[in-house]
T-cell receptor, first 112, second 116 residues
Framework: GQQVMQIPQYQHVQEGEDFTTYCNSSTTLSNIQWYKQRPGGHPVFLIQ?????EVKKQKRLTFQFGEAKKNSSLHITATQTTDVGTYFC????????????FGKGTLLTVNP | SQTIHQWPATLVQPVGSPLSLECTVEGTSNPNLYWYRQAAGRGLQLLFY??????ISSEVPQNLSASRPQDRQFILSSKKLLLSDSGFYLCAWSVSSGKFSNQPQHFGDGTRLSIL
């Protein structure tokens, strides 16, 4: 009940193509966070979504929180080689405000 | 600004040897602190977290332990390493949470631990 499922596990695209990763929960989420981890690096916080139906943009990245607050998505428009990495969603864990449960991530590779 | 330091960056240890990984945070007070392990499958597994000095919560049973001797210092230890302890260990911190919302977590550069 505290897990988040991320799909796809892997995605390979040509540079310039769009990319979307999805994060799904069987239970209602109070909020969802997204992180990016470059190859060999550490996860870096991207954004947090809190409100039902919320949409936030960061340049070519669009983050969406579902109306029922059970799913979220990250969409990248016109991918670049700098977008390569693993994208994780994370939900609060155990009803706490300080623990997170991370999804297994989506590994994005971009062919130049 | 806040920074997090984690060392060493890489470590090769024989089976049965002890372990001590250290993490320190600067520029903030009373942070929440976390130790994660990331295996080859890319997922992040929470090992320990701490919301204050001397307060440690363990998430999974294992032969690892954690301590927080100072407000901004978090140490991961083992008396005897196992082969299965190999992995990428990440320390993270977050601001002490508000009542209703998770705070972003900020990660150190990690330690790649190989057990031989």
């Amino acid at each position: 009940g505290q897990q988040v499922m991320q799909i796809p596990q892997y995605q390979h695209v040509q540079e310039g193509e769009d990319f979307t990763t999805y994060c799904n929960s069987s239970t209602t989420l109070s909020n969802i966070q997204w992180y990016k981890q470059r190859p060999g690096g550490h996860p870096v916080f991207l954004i947090q979504l809190v409100k039902s139906g919320e949409v936030k943009k960061q340049k070519r990245l669009t983050f969406q929180f579902g109306e029922a607050k059970k799913n979220s998505s990250l969409h990248i428009t016109a991918t670049q080689t700098t977008d390569v990495g693993t994208y994780f969603c994370a939900r609060n864990s155990g009803g706490s405000n300080y623990k997170l449960t991370f999804g297994k991530g989506t590994l994005l590779t971009v062919n130049p | 600004s806040q920074t997090i330091h984690q060392w060493p960056a890489t470590l090769v240890q024989p089976v049965g040897s002890p372990l001590s990984l250290e993490c320190t945070v600067e520029g903030t007070s009373n942070p929440n602190l976390y130790w994660y392990r990331q295996a080859a499958g890319r997922g992040l597994q929470l090992l320990f977290y701490s919301v204050g000095i001397g307060q440690i919560s363990s998430e999974v049973p294992q032969n690892l332990s954690a301590s927080r001797p100072q407000d901004r210092q978090f140490i991961l230890s083992s008396k005897k390493l196992l082969l299965s302890d190999s992995g990428f260990y990440l320390c993270a911190w977050s601001v002490s949470s508000g009542k209703f919302s998770n705070q972003p977590q900020h990660f150190g550069d990690g330690t790649r631990l190989s057990i031989l």
